[in-house]
């Protein structure tokens, strides 16, 4: 059973950073691609950063100069770093993992409902 759980959401003022992790169980993180999606009130959830089994990774446009994505194989862990944060990125934050082999990255930002597995996610505030 694949089991998704974040953590290190919370409540920051605005320029601050914070670190997400996401613990993946039943699922091994050196497969397929894992990501993070986030959904604010009365908005449609959007991919904001994907990476592949090999590294190769994929950012939204508008915030790929503030994020990072990465993954620890050994603890089984994704991350996203999140630096610079404006309170218009306050929102629920969502990991995903598929154990498909993607080709392309970007397009799946635009569609999670290709990823299988997701956690049930950690909110994160950003007051200015």
């Known amino acids: 059973q694949v089991q998704l759980a974040e953590s290190g959401g919370g409540s920051v003022q605005a320029g601050g950073s914070l670190k997400l992790s996401c613990v993946i169980s039943?699922?091994?993180?050196?497969?397929?691609?894992m990501g993070w999606f986030r959904q604010a009130p009365g908005k449609e959830r959007e991919g904001i950063a994907i990476?592949?089994?090999?590294?190769?990774?994929s950012y939204a446009d508008s915030l790929r100069d503030r994020l990072s994505i990465s993954r620890d194989n050994v603890k089984n862990t994704l991350y996203l770093q999140m630096s610079d944060l404006k309170p218009e990125d306050s929102a629920i934050y969502y990991c995903?993992?598929?154990?498909?082999?993607?080709?392309?990255?970007?397009?799946?930002?635009?569609?999670?409902?290709?990823?299988?597995?997701w956690g049930k996610g950690t909110q994160v505030t950003v007051s200015s």
């Open positions: 990476i592949r089994t090999d590294g190769i990774f």
């Open positions: 039943g699922f091994n993180t050196d497969r397929g691609v």
């Open positions: 995903a993992a598929d154990p498909s082999w993607r080709s392309s990255l970007r397009p799946l930002l635009q569609n999670p409902s290709s990823f299988p597995f």
